[in-house]
């Protein structure tokens, strides 16, 4: 056992943890001094039980301290991303990790609780043939289809993702560098897109929406740069969100209906209605416009400029849209996966830290808000109490 690599991963769960030193050496019986060696690697001999007790206090596996992370070594990862660094790129890794690592582990902890629903298919994709945008806008059609969405708004991309494929969704606090994630755990066959918290709803939309795309063409274990670079697959999930969010007949549609008398110059107010009744940036909503022969690429390049949070204020929606920002900017942890984590702490097999860590939150506010809907831990009894930690320990040979 290499003592160095495993004071690294004791330093970095504990500064997760949002544990000093002195605080992690006083729940692990050990004094500050010699956490300290431990971290360092500088320690001659740690024994076993000294790691128990430090991943007890960590509320890890042992395993996660002497063999480092199973999942990471075998996820495989799609990021949407905008000129990421490594540094930025590898921050949103482990948020997306962290998650799945907390799903693995419920699964070894044994409590009841749904698993990942299986898809029973996924739909079939457009002729790779077809040029960019007709693959995009049919794939965007077969998915309204299947779901007997219409041409109409689309409240939540995120449920629609969960009821279409079974696949996990999350908003987690990603750089800003980084707009979402698709990890696959090929093992457990569970797959988990994470977009970024932020104050800007529509690109949060977007997100999901682009992500879904590289799920539905099987691209997602692929990495795509947003850069001046963008590969085929992102243009692709680009154009393919876009006609899912905001298809050109359900524009025509809302256009007929506002306009009854017969077709006016579109102009700034009427392209900002669209995009938000479609609930989608202004830049869909005139790209969409131009595709649709709707304007020119003048009339695009002059309207561009304005976000959806100068649009909402001149236009009589900056209340209602200021309530979906600060809903855009809380985590959001995956609904499956969050029931099995309040389960597995009723059940006293997790602390509340795994909780805090999920749902973006502290602790304290977690537990409070646990306890105030009457969920409390088991009180452990000497044997369950001997069993939890023969579970650490088993975590370890797992």
Known sequence: ???????????????RAGLSQRELAARAHLSQPTLTRIENGVRARVTLAELDRIAVALDIPVRALTSGNPVRARVRLAARSNETVAEDREEALRRTL??????????????????????????PVPDEDLPLEQQARELANHVREALHLGCGPIADV?????????VDTAVLQLPSTADGFTATDPERETTLIAVRACDVPE???????????????KDGAQEHELSDGRTFGEQRCDAFARHLLAPEEGIRAW????????????????????????????VVILIQLELMSLITAEQKREMRGPTGAQLAQRYGWGPAY?????????????????ERAVEAYRQNLIGVRALALLEGRKP??????????????????????????????????G
Request: proline content about 5%; cysteine-free.
């Open 158 to 166: 995120d449920e629609l993702i969960e009821q279409l494929t079974g």
């Open 322 to 338: 200021e309530k979906e920002q600060e809903a855009a900017s809380a985590v959001r942890a995956p609904r499956r996966i969050l």
């Open 203 to 217: 690109r949060q939309r977007f997100s999901f929406a682009h992500e879904l795309g590289h799920l539905l063409w």
């Open 1 to 15: 056992m290499d003592l160095k690599l495993v004071g690294e991963r004791i330093r970095r769960e504990r500064e």
């Open 255 to 282: 256009l007929s209906a506002e306009r009854p008398s017969g077709p006016e110059e579109m102009n700034e107010r009427t392209a900002a209605l669209l995009a938000r009744h479609f609930r989608v940036s202004f």
């Open 98 to 123: 962290e998650v799945l690592e907390l799903d693995a582990r419920l699964d070894k902890l044994g409590p009841t609780a749904v698993q990942q629903r299986r898809a029973d298919g996924l739909l």
């Open 364 to 397: 304290e506010e977690v537990e409070a808000r646990l306890r105030e809907a009457g969920i409390v831990p088991t009180p452990p009894n000497a044997k369950s109490a001997a069993l939890s930690r023969l579970v650490a320990r088993g975590l370890a040979k």
